[in-house]
């Protein structure tokens, strides 16, 4: 395969984006694909259960959020066109019965944030407007805005923003509608024009506590939510609470625990029965306390936490399986596994994954006597799988993605980090014998791993172009414990570098890799590992690629949406913020990044742009101008998502590289300009 077929054929593919389903058994899966004219993609739902997909949802625009009954009647957000021919401004809410045709069932100005539904109650996160206590009121007010031409936001809390969208100038808060007048209607045969009518459903705002909505989860009857809300208390921004809201009752919220600043609980599920809750401890990372996350049992009657699997070494993501049985993914040793095990457990078995195999896990829900899950691995794109809970077997489920079919092989290489530990990291190979040109792919983060498929750092075109890809797993990845965490998490230059550095000496031992042609790239925490390689390896690598990165690690605490990062950084910064070592760096280097990045905002990448044009020893071209490139995306977040501007970043990644580590003039992509 050629780089620009794999190219296409990767950003091409339909990909699956996650998974539905109900315990009585109808597996859904919401997928993606491009539109019509190849430019933005399209998320829609399809039925899996059966021998092929079978595709639910139509239309020009995506599918938003989901949920699906007992019945195997979909809830959706999505916009359709309305009687002027025109997609409407803002998406209805529809539901779409296993037979027949998807009923409008409310407008509502701004949109759906998440959906979910119990028995004959809907519960809708939505965005509203702060003076409004009702819809008629978020109308009212929404389009008084609207036709002011009003763009401004008062805030009073931090966050302003998030990842790539503002907060405000609304409020986030729960709605509730009783669906039991659709049951009968769902019998009746409805024209196209009845079905796009709607059925006046009607929403009944929650009383939330003051603060910014993060999280809930819906109780199996129907009688209440659980809700995670952030306010900034002493010493914390962003501190956490989580309380008890009735739906049927009227009472006030019940405030369950409160705000920490050192530590959060985040909601994980609610028991079938509704007397316990699983919540997540956080520890807050620090400059004297690592990130670490503990699995919890809160009893929602005597308000008391007791940890769960207590011995267990993961970081899981569970679900309940019935009132006692806990099942939940973990990251393992750069692959994942599936553990299941009781309540009371000090630690739960493998059910699957592990060593023996090459897959992680993500998105369990609960379906009888089995979980469905996507299930990924490095050279595996996302599918859907069912496991059983008892044997442990997994079943593949229709697949409405693509398979991409990989290029090259796959290996693994170990090393020892400088204080004895073991470390490793995925190799991709192209096809052939070698000796191969290296590219290091730094992970973000800082907490993760190469375990998993991305279409963001995807190892396929740069196989398909020639180049071995090493994927290390250094100090701070998860899936190895929290002492792996623990040996990074104070130094962020220190133990994940060198052990990069390891496991990169350990590759280029290897008979099928050119020691004299790497190069390093990274994005997010990569990016900062990447910057810092950058100013402390000379011309080990002949060339970094850095995307999204931290460069100075005190402004970026101060200007990133993450009130975290400045309290955990303002020790290390001193010593291991990548801009103090500028003057260091020898080597060309790409500089990527979105304009509307928040979590690391556009002015890291302006000051390592900066510094790199006036501060750096890279010596010139022939033609007296510099080897550095910025490569620019002003309509681009932490991620490039269009379609477009993810293939000229692959095109220009490959193209710098070609023209520094290959010594190959390539040519800049057209498209660019």
Avoid at 225 to 253: M, N
Wanted: with cysteine.
């Amino acid at each position: 395969m050629t780089t620009n077929d794999a190219v296409t054929t990767l950003l091409d593919a339909r990909r699956l984006q996650g998974l539905l389903t109900n315990r009585s058994g109808r597996v859904i899966a919401q997928y993606s694909f491009l539109n019509s004219d190849g430019s933005s993609y399209l998320t829609h739902l399809a039925d899996i259960g059966g021998d092929s997909p079978r595709r639910l949802t139509r239309g020009d625009q995506s599918i938003g959020p989901a949920a699906i009954d007992e019945t195997g009647t979909i809830y959706f957000a999505a916009k359709r066109i309305g009687e002027d021919g025109k997609d409407a401004q803002s998406p209805s809410l529809w539901a779409l019965p296993e037979t027949g045709e998807a009923r409008k069932l409310a407008d509502h100005e701004d949109g759906f944030s998440r959906l979910d539904v119990k028995g004959q109650t809907l519960v809708a996160q939505l965005p509203v407007h702060t003076w409004a206590a009702d819809e008629d009121e978020h109308q009212e007010y929404s389009r008084e805005r609207r036709e002011a031409k009003v763009s401004g936001i008062l805030h009073s809390g931090f966050p302003l923003r998030r990842w790539d969208h503002d907060l405000g100038p609304g409020r986030e808060t729960l709605a509730i509608a009783d669906l039991n007048a659709l049951t009968a209607e769902f019998d009746e045969e409805l024209d196209e024009d009845d079905a796009q009518a709607g059925t006046g459903v009607t929403f009944r705002y929650l009383p939330l506590p003051a603060g910014r909505l993060v999280d809930w989860a819906l109780d199996e009857e129907a009688r209440f939510v659980l809700v995670q809300i952030e306010k900034p208390i002493p010493d914390q921004l962003e501190a956490s609470e989580i309380w008890q809201v009735d739906l049927h009752k009227h009472g006030a919220p019940r405030l369950l625990i409160e705000a920490a600043a050192d530590h959060a609980y985040g909601i994980e599920a609610i028991s079938p029965d509704g007397t316990r809750a699983l919540l997540t401890r956080e520890q807050f990372w620090t400059s004297t306390t690592n990130m670490s996350a503990a699995l919890m049992l809160l009893d929602l009657g005597t308000e008391s936490l007791s940890p769960v699997w207590a011995e267990a070494d993961h970081w899981f993501a569970p679900v309940w399986a019935d009132d006692s049985t806990i099942v939940a993914t973990a990251d393992d040793h750069g692959r994942g596994s599936v553990f299941i095990g009781d309540v009371d457990d000090e630690q739960p078995r493998r059910l699957v994954g592990g060593e023996s195999q090459k897959y992680a896990f993500a998105g369990l829900q609960v379906q009888g006597l089995a979980v469905v899950a996507t299930a990924s691995a490095i050279d595996v794109a996302p599918l859907p799988i069912a496991i059983d809970l008892v044997s442990g077997q997994i079943s593949e489920l229709a697949n409405p993605a693509s398979v991409i079919d990989g290029v090259g092989t796959l290996a693994e290489v170990a090393a020892v980090g400088d204080d004895g530990t073991a470390v490793r990291a995925w190799l991709a190979l192209p096809e052939g014998e070698g000796p191969f040109p290296l590219v290091v792919f730094a992970h973000g983060g800082p907490w993760g791993s190469w375990n998993s498929w991305t279409y963001r750092w995807n190892p396929g075109p740069f196989t398909a172009a020639g180049y071995a890809i090493l994927l290390p797993d250094p100090a701070i990845s998860t899936g190895y414990g929290q002492s792996m965490i623990d040996r990074g998490q104070q130094e962020l230059g220190g133990a994940p570098f060198t052990d990069i550095l390891a496991l990169t000496d350990a590759a280029i031992e290897r008979p099928d890799i050119d020691a004299e042609r790497t190069a390093l790239a990274g994005g997010s925490y990569g990016g900062y590992m990447a910057n810092w390689v950058a100013g402390h390896t000379g011309e080990r690598f002949r060339c970094i690629v850095t995307h999204a990165s931290l460069w100075n690690t005190t402004s970026m605490g101060r200007t990133t949406d993450n009130a975290s990062w400045d309290v955990a950084m303002r020790k290390q910064s001193s010593t291991y913020s990548p801009h103090l070592f500028a003057d260091r760096i020898e080597v060309p280097m790409l500089v990527i990044h979105g304009d509307k990045d928040y979590r690391v905002p556009i002015g890291q990448g302006q000051e390592l742009w900066y510094d790199l044009l006036t501060r750096s020893k890279t010596p010139l071209d022939a033609e007296g101008l510099t080897q550095h490139r910025f490569l620019y995306f002003p309509d681009e977040g932490h991620w490039i998502t269009g379609r477009g501007n993810a293939e000229v970043w692959y095109r220009t990644v490959l193209a710098f590289l070609d023209l520094h580590v290959l010594d190959i003039d390539a040519e800049r992509a057209r498209t660019l300009g």
